[in-house]
């Protein structure tokens, strides 16, 4: 897709979910954001709504979505991963990674395994399934990366990558004080 149409679709595509008609933040100035307007949290809350709609359309009705995909991608990369481990690399409480993680397993994408030593623990690997799901899931995210990238330009991608990282290592809950 030429740079130009991407750019224009961006500007007009729904941030998130089906959003409810009427006017949106930044139509006409219809609904006055006040100080949302200038904020990053808000900003970077609308773009990973966007980027995962993107996503989600790109990957189709399979109802897998980016979480997954990272979960699938990091158990591949680990096998025999803890649910523990996998959980402090997603950045999920036990709370949220639990019912995914219980999902992945009843769409039969992986396998947990008591670990011998610590019965309350399981080791984490992908069936076949799962590993051609994770191939399917590759194409589609390398195909998302490449719109991503025509939007925040190839030039800025490693300043972009920095400057989340440091948010992302700035604002850790577990380094708060």
């Known amino acids: 897709m030429a740079q130009s149409s991407l750019l224009s679709r961006a500007r007009r595509a729904k941030p998130g ?43 189709g009705d399979s109802g897998l979505r ?16 803890s649910q523990t481990a996998l959980g402090a690399a997603v950045r999920r409480d036990k709370s949220t990674l639990t019912p995914m993680v219980a999902e992945l397993e009843r769409r039969g994408l992986i396998r947990r395994d008591r670990v011998p030593s610590d019965r309350r623990s399981y080791a984490l690997s992908l069936t076949p399934a799962g590993g051609e799901a994770l191939a399917t899931l590759q194409d589609h995210a390398a195909a998302h990366d490449r719109e991503l990238d025509l939007l925040v330009g190839a030039d800025q991608r490693q300043a972009f990558l920095d400057a989340l990282r440091r948010l992302m290592a700035g604002l850790e809950w577990d380094n708060a004080e």
């Not at 139509?27 to 980027?51: N, Y």
């Not at 980016?66 to 990369?77: E, N, S, V």
């Open 66 to 81: 980016p979480g997954h995909y990272a979960a699938l991608t990091i158990i591949h990369q680990n096998p025999g991963l």
């Open 17 to 59: 979910r089906e959003q409810p008609e009427g006017p949106r933040p930044g139509d006409d100035g219809a609904v006055k954001l006040g100080p949302l307007a200038e904020t990053l949290g808000f900003h970077l809350r609308l773009a990973q709504e966007a980027s995962f709609a993107a996503f989600a359309r790109k990957v």
